[in-house]
């Protein structure tokens, strides 16, 4: 926005400086004056037209950063911050559209260690009843996965707002994430 308000600020300066000019023309009828009043007008439109190129240049960049998918370790740090080197990303996908596509699905090999410091990132509980609902997650995220003893952890990062559901494998060296924010 710095290289935007300068010459929207030249736009509206040069506008109010063409209104006193036309006025003093008007005024003292004096056509040198109406001249300049529009020369300065000129330089107005021209500051505005920068203006408004600028911020159409800087929306185009905003939507196209906006919907160029992240990558798999883009979507983890995102998550949990950069990742140990020991984590192997398996499968993932990202939230597209806020609001209508609203789940991040993660499913990456990974160590005991990068497990802590997951764990570290929020207050998970443990949950044996919680069954994520298996008819919405694709197979690739499937807690099956993970085998029998696998273990769901879960966390409210934002109260009625945003949660993590975490599925591990007993060892510490599978993880499955489901991240919801509404």
């Known amino acids: 926005m710095s290289t935007i308000l300068p010459w929207v600020l030249a736009a509206i300066g040069l506008g109010a400086l063409c209104m006193v000019l036309f006025i003093w023309a008007i005024l003292a009828r004096k056509f040198s ?3 300049a009043a529009l020369v300065v007008l000129a330089f107005s439109g021209l500051a505005g037209a920068v203006a408004m190129y600028r911020f159409a240049e800087r929306s185009v960049d905003e939507l196209r950063a906006l ?3 992240r990558t798999g370790p883009e979507v983890y740090t995102a998550l949990f911050g950069p990742p140990d080197p020991c984590v192997h990303l398996i499968a993932f996908d990202d939230a597209l559209l806020p609001k209508l596509d609203n789940v991040i699905h993660l499913h990456a090999r990974t160590c005991p260690a990068e497990v802590r410091r997951i764990l570290a990132t929020a207050t998970y509980t443990r949950d044996s ?6 008819d919405n997650v694709p197979a690739r995220f499937a807690t099956t996965l993970l085998g029998s003893d696998a273990i769901t952890l879960q966390a409210t990062l934002v109260e009625g707002k945003h949660w993590r559901t975490l599925h591990l494998r007993a060892d510490s060296t599978a993880l ?3 991240d919801i924010a509404d």
């Open 176 to 178: 499955i994430v489901h």
């Open 33 to 35: 004056v109406l001249y």
């Open 129 to 134: 009843t919680a069954a994520y609902a298996a």
């Open 67 to 69: 919907t160029t998918p």
